[in-house]
């Protein structure tokens, strides 16, 4: 099946291959969101979310927040029940 320029194709194609929900995620990356299987177009409201998310970490606001994280040490703390049980 031929998907070049034919969004109707490439969805079915997805739809085929991963299921049904994989294809629907493909227009809208937010979770119960419309979209139009019969005339499939990406979601502009999932465009901005992504440009917003990849955009995020430039942010000197975010980076100072997140900072003193990144500089603690990380450890690991397990515990173990030492009765044999």
Do not use: C, W
């Amino acid at each position: 099946m031929e998907a070049i320029n034919s969004p109707q194709a490439g969805l079915k194609m997805i739809e085929d291959s991963v299921g049904f929900e994989v294809a629907r995620i493909s227009l809208s990356l937010i979770p119960g969101e419309p979209v139009d299987l019969s005339n499939p177009r990406p979601s502009l409201t999932s465009d901005v979310m992504l440009m917003m998310l990849k955009g995020l970490s430039e942010q000197p606001g975010y980076r100072d927040d997140i900072r003193p994280q990144m500089d603690e040490p990380r450890t690991s703390q397990h515990q173990h029940d030492s009765s044999g049980a």
